[in-house]
């Protein structure tokens, strides 16, 4: 059974402090490694994806990965109130043509406070 | 606009009743996905398909079925024999030949409750 770890929470942070989002994964063979943010009662929003080891930054954004490990982080600087959501790691571990079977932790809760 | 919507946002229904969700996609993507959303879980994948006439099952299908006449549209219907199916369902789409990013869109869900 291929898995992806999250920390429940809820994280609570205050306005304008970094948030750090943490995931692991099981499978050594996954290749491509996204976050979502999902607001109560929403869909779930690419905010970020990345494929190799290292940072990549988009914004107040920065992603996270380190295959060895098999663990991926995302960062959130200046934290702001609406960045309170759930914060959804999904992982590629399969390959099958054109379809993307894309595995999802359980999200982590954020709350940033005033 | 591009997107993809589902209906109906809200949709109640009796025990041993079908219903069907629809999806539709104008983003011209090849790959279709319906994954269901419960309270404190993931994302679970019940069926996808990757071209038109074509689509596989997920981890969760039993008690589900689906169709894929046209490349815009993906209707997911719930049947009678799937036990538990209160749930929030989210249709997704993916382009074909990202090179491997696979990255997923969503629509804007389906919430389902049975009475």
């Known amino acids: 059974q291929k898995e992806v770890e999250q920390n429940s929470g809820p994280l609570s942070v205050p306005e304008g402090a970094i948030a750090s989002l943490n995931c692991t994964y099981s499978?050594?063979?996954?290749?491509?490694f996204f976050w979502y943010r999902q607001y109560s009662g929403k869909s779930p929003e690419l905010i970020m994806s990345?494929?190799?080891?290292g940072d990549k930054e988009d914004g107040r954004f920065t992603a996270q990965l380190n295959k060895a490990s098999q663990y991926v982080s995302l960062l959130i600087r200046d934290s702001q109130p609406s960045d309170s959501a759930t914060y959804l790691c999904?992982?590629?571990?399969?390959?099958?043509?054109?379809?993307?079977?894309?595995?999802f932790g359980t999200g982590t809760r954020l709350q940033v406070t005033l | 606009d591009g997107g993809i919507t589902q209906s109906p946002k809200y949709l109640f229904r009796k025990e041993g009743q079908n219903v069907t969700l629809s999806c539709e996609q104008n983003l011209n993507h090849d790959a279709m996905y319906w994954y269901r959303q419960d309270p404190g879980q993931g994302l679970r994948l019940i069926y996808y398909s990757q071209i038109v006439n074509d689509f596989q099952k997920g981890d969760i299908a039993e008690g589900y079925s689906v169709s894929r006449e046209k490349k815009e549209s993906f209707p997911l219907t719930v049947t009678s024999a799937q036990k538990n199916p209160t749930a929030f369902y989210l249709c997704a789409s993916s382009m074909r030949g990202q090179g491997g990013t696979g990255e997923l869109f969503f629509g804007e869900g389906s919430r389902l409750t049975v009475l």
């Open positions: 999904a992982v590629r571990s399969v390959n099958t043509g054109t379809a993307s079977k894309l595995t």
């Open positions: 990345i494929y190799s080891n």
């Open positions: 499978d050594r063979g996954s290749q491509s």
